[in-house]
Structures are given as C-alpha cells and as structure tokens.
C-alpha cells in the first residue's frame, strides 16, 4: 500500500494525523537528527506497516511524542555524517568478511581509535554494508535522544531509506530536508556537488515520496545497518541495573514467604504428630501406672520401676555413671569393690586418704538426687586409707 509523506509540516501536535488515536500503539517512532547539534528533528508515529504525517521538534521543548517507555524507536542519522559502503564479499563466509570488514573498514581516513565501525550483510548475501562513524557524532546523538526521553533500538543512516539503484543510475530523494543518494555501492548525502564525484557518470532515477515513506516502513522493522553496536550497543538486561534488583528483591521476598509459609506448615504438622504420639505414650503408661498424667511422670514412674525390679544394665547405666562422676573431684578415691545388687542398689567400696575425699563424694551424689547410705563410723585399714562401704541408689 502506498503512504503518503508529507512535508508541509507543523511543529510539535500531531493535528489531524490519522494515528493520532495510535500513538500508545505497539509500534513507535521514527526520528530523524538533523546534521547540527541542537537543529531541528523530524519525526514520524510508526503503527503496523503505517506512517503517520511528519512534525517537527526542537530540542529544548516539551516532547510532542508522550512516553516511549515500552516502545520502539528508530533514529535515522544524517548521511553527511554517515556515509555507508557497500563492498563485495567475495569468498570469504559472511562472518568472516564482516570481521575483516569491520577491522578494516575502506576509505578510513580519520584515526580509528576515534572512529565507530558498523558493519551487516546485504540482503542478498553477496556484500557487506560499512559505516565508519565518528565517536563523537555517535556520542552526541545518544545524548540527544537521551535528553528527549528517547533510548532508539537502533540507529540507521538515513540514505538507506533509498533503495538500491539500478546499475548505472543513482537513487536520488530527501527526508526533512537532507538530501540523500544511492548507488549500488554506497548510500550517501545527496548534495548535488556530490554526486558527479561519487556517482560519476550515473543517471540519476528519483524515488517517490510514497516508494520512500514505504522503505521508511521496512527500515523501521528491520534495518538494513544498525549503527547500535559494540560498545554503542542498546544495554541488555541485568541483574546490577537497580530497576532488576528491584524486580530481584520482590522475587526473594516472595521466595522466603513461601519458605515461610512451609516452615509453618510444616512445624505444625510435626506439633500435631508429637502430640499424638505423646497422647498415645501416656495411654499406654497409665494402663500400668494410673496416676501417670505426663511424659515427665510417666518417666519417672517407669524408671524407678525398673529400679526396683534390678532391670539389668538399664538401671546399672544410670547409676554407674553418677558415682564416677561424683569422684572426678577427687582423684585419691579408689573403688575396691563393685556390686549391683537384684533390687537396683549399687554397693561400692571405696577407700581415700581421708573421710573428706569421701563426704565430698557422698554430697555430690545427693546433691543430684541420689539415695546414699553409710556406716556411722569408718576407720582405716590396714593400708591406712580410710574405707566405706556405700550403696547407691535411684529416689
């Protein structure tokens, strides 16, 4: 379908454009940065395969375009600026002629350190498109957009909106002004002091508004050469940009209130459990222990229990333990004798230089609760240590 493209152009409102009503559409806009620092911008609203009229705007002054936030935007650069070339392949695989390309671009002039290479390949396969930029117009192109609210998805030299010419003949059209020029090896501002030097001898075919407005079209959904690359490339998403870290944080939120919510499910699974267990524990002790009411007194009635029946190494276990213990204080004491007896007593001969060492002993066992009985008197032996025969037991 042929587009009309207007150059009677008001500045700023869209007027009677008939995308008005499409500008928050899913396509976006098209710009066109003048030769000039701070000059006047041309600009075009994009719906589908649809351009709507051209405006103006001057930088400095309220954009006329509302939000490009979630949009997308495609700068065309002057051609004076960005001239582009068009070389053959030749054998070489494409990917190793765009490297080839790009490390040597042809008719490089100015110092490469401050110059931007751009290459892609022709969309018939057989050449390389080359644009070497300067840094410095690459710079302030970006700030320009960036002060306008604007971060373009791609930067294109505005002569590719010609189509290629025929052998022989030269492309010839203007956008806002910039006259522009096309040949099958390059594309080119068209200045007519330029064309015999560039395109010598070449008839010159003039292309349409409509044939422009739709390559326009096609160049917005797919460029022919995005200057937009390297180190000039659109930023990627990343995790250390804050906007992700916020989006990151709230995922992590969410995560621990999942983990959260498990731990309190879980948590209270395993309460119910334990207490059905204990519920089901202090059944079965009370079948034999009736006053039983808890796990504590339940324990505590099973164990002395045990004491009393002499239940082999369980109640030995316990008491053995308590009395070693208890002489860990005094290293003099020694037993001479050790004696578990069937009604859960534990009688013990223990001799020590003195009956000190040995009261020490027999308060450290009551004081943890166990039942201690002595003779009234001990004397010592032969050996002059003093002995007692004690018993130990559970209360």
Request: proline share 7%.
């Amino acid at each position: 379908m042929a587009l009309r493209l207007n150059h009677d152009l008001p500045d700023g409102d869209a007027g009677n454009d008939p995308l008005d009503g499409q500008i928050d559409g899913p396509d976006g806009l098209i710009v066109l940065l003048p030769e000039a620092p701070r000059g006047e911008w041309r600009w075009w609203r994009v719906t589908g395969d649809r351009l709507g009229r051209e405006y103006g705007f001057t930088p400095g002054h309220d954009v006329p375009w509302g939000d490009g936030e979630g949009r997308r935007v495609v700068a065309l650069v002057p051609a004076a600026l960005a001239p582009v070339r068009i070389v053959p392949r030749g054998d070489m695989p494409m990917a190793q002629a765009l490297a080839a390309t790009r490390l040597d671009p042809p008719g490089l002039r100015a110092p490469v350190a401050d110059t931007h290479v751009a290459v892609a390949s022709a969309d018939t396969g057989d050449a390389v498109l080359v644009a070497a930029v300067a840094r410095g117009d690459m710079d302030v192109w970006l700030a320009e957009l960036a002060g306008a609210g604007l971060d373009a998805d791609a930067l294109i030299p505005s002569a590719l909106v010609l189509p290629v010419a025929e052998r022989g003949y030269v492309a010839t059209g203007a956008i806002g002004g910039q006259a522009l020029a096309r040949t099958q090896a390059a594309a080119f501002a068209g200045e007519e002091d330029l064309l015999p030097a560039l395109a010598p001898g070449a008839e010159r075919a003039a292309v349409s508004d409509d044939d422009i407005t739709a390559r326009m079209a096609a160049q917005f959904a797919a460029p022919e050469l995005d200057l937009r690359q390297g180190v000039y490339a659109r930023a990627r998403v990343s995790y250390l940009r804050l906007p992700d870290w916020r989006q990151l944080a709230r995922m992590a939120a969410l995560l621990l209130l999942l983990i959260f919510a498990i731990f309190v499910v879980e948590t209270i699974k395993l309460n119910l459990d334990a207490s059905a267990r204990e519920d089901k524990a202090i059944a079965a002790a009370q079948e034999r222990f009736p006053g039983v009411s808890d796990l504590a007194t339940a324990e505590t009635q099973i164990r002395a229990d045990l004491l009393r029946r002499g239940a082999g190494g369980v109640a030995f276990a316990d008491t053995a333990p308590a009395v070693f213990s208890a002489m860990q204080s005094n290293p003099s004491i020694r037993l001479r004798n050790v004696n578990w007896r069937a009604d859960g007593t534990l009688a013990i001969r223990a001799a020590a230089p003195d009956s000190n060492a040995l009261n020490q002993m027999l308060v450290s066992l009551q004081r943890d609760g166990w039942q201690i009985t002595v003779p009234p008197d001990v004397a010592p032996d032969a050996s002059g240590a003093t002995v007692a025969d004690i018993t130990v037991r559970a209360p």
